[in-house]
């Protein structure tokens, strides 16, 4: 569809006949010829001899050119555009972050993946998130991982391709043996300090309790509800455990009680893939759609055109000129 950004221009279209109606020509004076013979003159051209300005007038086809330049300059100037059908893209409006334990603790094999083999923790775990992030389309996922220290692994994106890969590559032990759980939901809270969204959530899988954070979890989930994160937690340990592999749920449940998130126990692979359901149903996806037409400037068609035609009057009035000249005056000038 063609538009123009800036129409009104159009009300000077009739600006160059106001000029012409209401003001006054462009006097030029030019020096005359004085002859002692004025009065023969007239009486054999039988013209009558006046004091008022003479006024030169230009022709139909100078004048009809003159407008259409103009026309088509202020054409140009109205900024033509041509707008193309409109566009939609999703915005993500929610940022997601999974908080995954790979701490010592977690090669435990006291799962069973879908093919009856018993599996550790963490091969149980990350078949089930894969699903759950493949399901995530347009949220921004981002994964910390923690054992003696947090680390991110993947920063917020919508890349979910991405994301998934680099979580099925994580091993147990590569952040160190222990579990500092307070300190990943302190890194998590720093990497949504840069999102613009309303939604933020984060989703902590852990089997142990806190052994290595120099910030309490209890402290970080009390930041992280000031700055608007849910925590959802989610206990895959085993509650008789005891010493460091003790699970320590009522830190679990606290963290998730203080955010306004959810408390979870996974002892097996279903339950963990019902929790993941669970969520699914409370972290509904909010989508917003944008929409934008892209528009093509065009203000060099009317410019050119009007290049053109007035390159083209020139020429013509060139070539008339030219012809105008009889033939010895022509040869005298060559020569």
């Known amino acids: 569809m063609l538009t123009f950004a800036y129409p009104w221009l159009a009300l000077l279209l009739p600006l160059p006949w106001f000029v012409y109606r209401f003001t006054p020509p462009h006097a030029e004076r030019r020096a005359g010829v004085r002859v002692p013979f004025f009065h ?3 009486s054999l051209t039988g013209q009558t ?11 139909t086809g100078r004048m009809t050119i003159l407008i259409a330049c103009w026309a088509l300059s ?15 893209r999703d915005l993500p ?4 972050l999974l908080l995954v334990d790979l701490s010592a603790s977690m090669d435990t094999k006291d799962f069973v993946d879908a093919q009856g083999k018993t599996v550790d923790r963490l091969t149980a775990l990350k078949q089930v998130l894969d699903d759950f992030v493949a399901r995530r389309q ?3 996922i981002g994964v910390v991982v923690f054992g003696d220290a947090p680390f991110t692994l993947v920063p917020f994106t919508t890349d979910l391709t991405v994301a998934r890969q680099l979580v099925q590559d994580t091993s147990v032990g590569m952040a160190g043996p222990r579990t500092a759980f307070g300190d990943a939901i302190g890194l998590g809270i720093s990497l949504f300090d840069k999102s613009t969204v309303k939604a933020k959530t984060m989703i902590a899988l852990t089997d142990g309790n806190d052994t290595a954070s120099k910030v309490p979890p209890a402290e970080a989930a009390g930041v992280a509800k000031d700055r608007g994160i849910v925590i959802h937690t989610i206990a895959i340990g085993d509650p008789a455990a005891a010493g460091e592999e003790k699970l320590d749920e009522a830190a679990l449940k606290e963290v998730a009680g203080t955010t306004g998130g959810s408390f ?15 969520l699914d149903e409370i972290e509904t996806r909010r989508i917003e759609t944008v929409s934008f037409r892209p528009k093509t400037d065009l203000y060099w068609v009317p410019l050119a055109a009007a290049v053109l035609l007035s390159l083209a009057a020139a020429s013509l009035v060139l070539v008339r000129g030219r ?3 009889p033939a010895p005056a022509r040869q005298e000038a060559s020569a």
């Open 323 to 325: 012809r105008s000249i």
């Open 74 to 88: 202020l054409a140009a100037l109205m900024r033509p555009q041509w707008i193309e059908p409109p566009l939609h």
């Open 49 to 59: 001899p006046g004091s008022r300005t003479v006024t030169a007038n230009r022709g």
């Open 264 to 278: 979870s126990r996974a002892l097996d692979r279903e339950q963990l893939a019902g929790i993941y359901r669970r």
């Open 93 to 96: 409006t929610r940022d997601m």
């Open 138 to 140: 347009g949220d921004r």
């Open 40 to 42: 023969t003159l007239v």
